[in-house]
């Protein structure tokens, strides 16, 4: 199956909101070391000039606080991806803080000794947009799933410090999405 990534970068329209990229080579090959980030998966720092958006052809955009503070990791989990299949959004418009309700949903449930599931998930969170993102907000219910959950980023200049990796590392059909409406 063919990602998004793959046709030309003119698919994803350009936006104001493109950002151009903060770190450097240094910050870089330590985060490749410190999440095994594998040679495999052809990770490539952006050049100063490269932004966000439009996505590079064959390129997955990731963000470094994805791994540092967010508990993301490759390869994804099997949850992982049947969320990211479920929400048919590019992992690259997924806020830091979606992902952290995600994979705290997904560990209070091996803590539990459950599998995480889809329909569970679905049952606390529903995703919604948060121009550029997209993020996961809780359902009106009595009870959660979590409690404590972040509501804003640590580091406010997160989205600068991007790099991207080969698009078949995760696999999937990704797609960019611009509609506003959430989804259930």
Avoid at 93 to 115: D, M, N, S, T, Y
Wanted: proline share 6%.
């Amino acid at each position: 199956m063919a990602s998004k990534t793959d046709k030309s970068s003119s698919s994803v329209p350009a936006s104001s909101e493109a950002l151009y990229i903060k770190w450097g080579q240094i910050s870089f090959n330590n985060l490749m070391q410190d999440y095994n980030i594998r040679v495999k998966w052809n990770p490539v720092l952006p050049s100063k000039t490269d932004t966000t958006l439009p996505l590079k052809k064959g390129k997955i955009t990731l963000f470094s606080d994805f791994f540092k503070f967010y508990n993301f990791r490759l390869p994804i989990t099997k949850f992982c991806k049947l969320v990211l299949d479920r929400y048919p959004i590019h992992i690259s418009q997924l806020h830091p803080l979606g992902l952290v309700k995600l994979r705290q949903f997904e560990f209070a449930c091996i803590a539990l000794g459950h599998i995480p599931e889809l329909i569970i998930f679905k049952a606390f969170f529903f995703l919604v947009r948060k121009s550029p993102f997209f993020t996961f907000d809780r359902r009106d219910v009595d009870v959660s799933c979590l409690r404590d959950i972040p509501t804003s980023s640590k580091d406010k200049d997160w989205k600068k410090n991007f790099f991207y990796i080969d698009a078949s590392v995760i696999p999937r059909e990704m797609q960019w999405r611009d509609g506003t409406k959430g989804q259930s």
